[in-house]
């Protein structure tokens, strides 16, 4: 009896010891990771919204932490800018989401730099892994790969060919999400290469509890070189985007949402080729030039993208075996039209050529129809644009 009560006591020493070592290392992780993502600041914002803004001069920039970008020299203005879009009113600018960032009351970064929002502690205990912080951290299926038990569903308008942009004034609304771990967004896609392989620049509003720490929508962009494996990450989590802006903080909650049967706000994107350096420049709103991808950071997105996605996605980690409940765009579906739907408008590709147009051969795109759907059209003042979402499970949707 003693002896079998000597072995418990070694065996819950042992547990307690290894335990504790695991916590250790575990702390040190986290801690060489915030060393690496908080760069040193010139000066720090503290935002309405709870963020630290950090002001990172550009001799610390992120993209010299990859290693091919070591000695990079940074392109801090594009060579090309494409046309602004045809048969837009002006009312964009009005109706746009992206006047100034919240945290700009406070504050303005110096010139030479750039604003990082702080990533703190608990960012990233609130991921999956240390090691996948940034990533995303399940498996994406490829969209024509639709079926019951698929975790992605999409709701898109989709163009083949070759390209050198696309274009976009997306609707902005605040979808309900089930779960911390699920996310709905819109964005567009950039996209080259073959399924496994994929190269993708993508940009758009989010809402992803467990990236954001909340349930409001932040702008963001994501970028592969592999097929979502080992590259790529979301915003500034791993060295690769170029930003330049230092009034715009990737990442940042959107000021303006929608409101059902009321105002409505969109952000517009332009994400484009320069020409002389082949790099892939991203603008939102009118007028603010955020940064660039490099050309030799892909293999297949080098020459040109090959398919051109607009759309919504949502994640269903489908919880009791049941379908979700997060809803894509503002919940309703496309029918129900505007100021109930969300939308996307003024859709445009940027041919090899570098001119602005519409895109010719798009075509619709649901996951599951009964759970999101989208409706596309032509308009005189809008162009091409369809309404989108959904609001997940119903008696057809399981």
């Not at 950039?190 to 349930?215: C, H, K, L």
């Not at 303006?256 to 105002?263: H, K, M, P």
Request: glycine share 8%.
């Amino acid at each position: 009896m003693e002896a079998r009560l000597f072995v418990l006591i070694n065996l819950i020493i042992v547990t307690i010891v290894s335990g504790s070592e695991f916590s250790a290392t575990r702390n040190a992780e986290i801690d060489q990771l915030l060393q690496k993502l908080n760069k040193p600041a010139i000066k720090s914002i503290k935002s309405p919204d709870g963020n630290i803004i950090d002001c990172v001069h550009m001799k610390n920039h992120p993209i010299y932490d990859h290693p091919l970008f070591k000695s990079h020299t940074i392109q801090m203005r594009p060579s090309f800018h494409p046309e602004e879009w045809n048969n837009v009113s002006s009312k964009i600018e009005k109706e746009s989401s992206m006047e100034s960032q919240l945290w700009t009351i406070n504050g303005r970064c110096p010139k030479n730099s750039i604003p990082i929002i702080r990533t703190r502690r608990e960012d990233i205990l609130r991921a999956k892994s240390i090691e996948r912080y940034g990533k995303k951290d399940f498996h994406i299926h490829q969209p024509q790969q639709a079926n019951r038990t698929i975790n992605h569903e999409h709701a898109q308008i989709i163009v083949k060919g070759k390209f050198h942009g696309a274009k976009a004034l997306i609707n902005v609304w605040k979808p309900s999400v089930q779960t911390t771990k699920e996310f709905s967004l819109a964005q567009i896609w950039v996209v080259a290469g073959p399924f496994s392989e994929t190269n993708s620049i993508e940009v758009g509003w989010q809402v992803y509890s467990n990236r954001y720490g909340d349930s409001n929508p932040h702008y963001f962009i994501y970028w592969t070189a592999d097929g979502y494996n080992q590259t790529g990450c979301y915003n500034l989590a791993c060295p690769g985007f170029v930003h330049v802006n230092p009034d715009f903080a990737i990442g940042g909650p959107v000021r303006d949402i929608s409101v059902l049967n009321g105002q409505q706000y969109h952000i517009p994107i332009t994400i484009w080729k320069d020409p002389h350096s082949g790099n892939w420049w991203l603008k939102i709103s009118t007028h603010i030039i955020v940064g660039y991808w490099p050309a030799s950071l892909f293999n297949h997105l080098q020459d040109a993208a090959s398919e051109i996605q607009w759309g919504g996605e949502i994640i269903d980690y489908r919880d009791y075996s049941k379908h979700t409940k997060t809803e894509m765009g503002s919940g309703r579906f496309a029918e129900e039209g505007f100021k109930k739907s969300s939308f996307f408008r003024n859709i445009e590709i940027i041919d090899e050529g570098n001119t602005t147009l519409q895109p010719v051969g798009a075509y619709p795109f649901m996951t599951r129809k009964n759970c999101y759907n989208v409706d596309p059209g032509i308009h005189p003042v809008w162009g091409t644009f369809f309404y989108y979402g959904g609001h997940g499970r119903n008696r057809k949707c399981r």
